[in-house]
Each structure stands twice: as structure tokens, then as C-alpha cells.
């Protein structure tokens, strides 16, 4: 079980915009940072939004960052087939002596 | 450009060790923590540990951290990860990615080797 917790599996046909949530606590979220990934598997995982809502230079404007509190979302708007891959947020947990958390994941399905 | 390039598959068996290297160019291999990062087939993401190339301090996963070792050789500009005590559950694909200012920011990542545990 994750320390950060997503739904496994969100879906959307082109154009939509879709939001993927992830939870967690005081320790985590609460106090640091939220970044975000998208990773299809045998590539490398992709940096699509650091320090809760910041893009890196390259990815595109329709993925965007927000927090509240103890809660993260990842929003894709315009969705596209190339979008459809698994998504995970993660960040630092200050328990257990400091800790690097992902929350579970989630398969963004493009219909 | 900034690239981490890292070791081809391997095959272990059950119980042995594996060594995977991640070899880092086109930035100053001092000035970032490098972190390990596995996915196990049907799992998520699973962060195992970083090691500063700077003073060798380390921090691990609990869930490893009594068969993991991380290091760095400065003057090769290589981390490496070495894993003991093989079960099938470490059969992964095994991620180095380079530490930005904040744990958990990884712009750069390696491109993956895939460490298969059979019997």
C-alpha cells in the first residue's frame, strides 16, 4: 500500500480534460513538495510538473499542477491518445528518517 | 547534454547479487544526489534510495536498506547500485535518476535495466 494514494485507473476521449488526485498526510504533501510523472513502461519516467505546480521547459501547457493542503491533482486538458500512460505523483515523506514516497499510480486511458 | 546512461539487462538467480552502474555526463557529477527508482512488473514506482556523489552520504528505503548498497566513483562519473540476497520480487526494471534541489525532482532519469530473478 502506497503512502500516497491515487485511483488506479482514470479514463477520457480526446479533448476532454481529465484530473488525477493524489492524498496524503501532514508528513508528506502537508509540508513538501508534490511532483508529478507520466511513464509508459520500458521507456523512462517523464517530470511533468515540479514543486506542486510548475512545468518544465518542453512539456506542454495542457498538464497542470495544484495542492491544497494535504491533497495534489494532476490536470490534463485537451487529452490526446499519446497521453495514455500511467501517472504518479510523488514527493518527500518525513517519517521513517526522511523518505523519497510515489503514490501508487494511475492508467490514464484515452478512449 | 546531461545524460545517465546506465548498465544492459541482467539474469540473476534466486539469492546471488547484481551490480548496475549509471554513468552521468554533461554536468558536474558532484553537484547532485543520484536516486535509484524500480518498477516491478504490475507495480508502481518504487523509490529505493540516493547517494551524494559529493560525500557518499546515503539514504535508504527501509524495505532494502539490509541488501542495498549505493556508491559513486567520481573519477568515472558512475553510481552504482549493488542488490543482495536476490528474491523474485526484485525482478524490475531498475531507474537511476539525478536529483534536482528538492527530493523527489528528477528531471533526468537513466534509461532503465531490467534485472530478471529466476530460479
Known amino acids: 500500500q502506497s503512502v500516497l494514494s491515487q485511483p488506479p485507473s482514470v479514463s477520457g476521449t480526446p479533448g476532454q480534460r481529465v484530473t488525477i488526485s493524489c492524498s496524503g498526510t501532514?508528513?508528506?504533501?502537508?509540508?513538501?513538495?508534490v511532483y508529478w510523472y507520466q511513464h509508459v513502461p520500458g521507456t523512462a519516467p517523464k517530470l511533468l510538473i515540479y514543486?506542486?505546480?510548475q512545468r518544465p521547459s518542453g512539456v506542454p501547457d495542457r498538464f497542470s499542477g495544484s495542492k491544497s493542503g494535504t491533497s495534489a491533482s494532476l490536470a490534463i486538458s485537451g487529452l490526446r491518445s499519446e497521453d495514455e500512460a500511467d501517472y504518479f505523483c510523488?514527493?518527500?515523506?518525513?517519517?521513517?528518517?526522511?523518505?523519497?514516497?510515489f503514490g501508487g499510480g494511475t492508467k490514464l486511458s484515452v478512449l | 547534454q546531461v545524460q545517465l546512461v546506465q548498465s544492459g539487462g541482467e539474469v540473476k538467480k534466486f539469492g546471488a547479487s547484481v551490480r548496475v552502474s549509471c554513468k552521468a555526463s554533461g554536468y558536474t557529477f558532484t553537484t547532485h544526489a543520484i536516486s535509484w527508482v524500480r518498477r516491478a512488473p504490475g507495480q508502481g514506482l518504487e523509490w529505493m534510495g540516493w547517494?551524494?556523489?559529493?560525500?557518499?552520504?546515503?539514504n535508504y528505503a527501509q524495505n532494502v536498506k539490509d541488501r542495498l548498497i549505493l556508491t559513486t566513483e567520481t573519477s568515472t562519473n558512475t553510481a552504482y547500485l549493488e542488490l543482495r540476497s536476490l528474491t523474485f520480487d526484485d525482478t524490475a526494471v531498475y531507474y537511476c535518476a539525478r536529483e534536482e534541489t528538492s527530493s523527489g525532482w528528477y528531471e533526468v532519469w537513466g534509461q532503465g535495466t531490467l534485472l530478471t530473478v529466476s530460479s
Open positions: 547517494i551524494s556523489p559529493y560525500d557518499g552520504a546515503t
Open positions: 501532514r508528513f508528506n504533501i502537508g509540508t513538501n513538495y
Open positions: 514543486k506542486n505546480d
Open positions: 510523488a514527493g518527500w515523506d518525513d517519517t521513517l528518517s526522511g523518505r523519497v514516497v
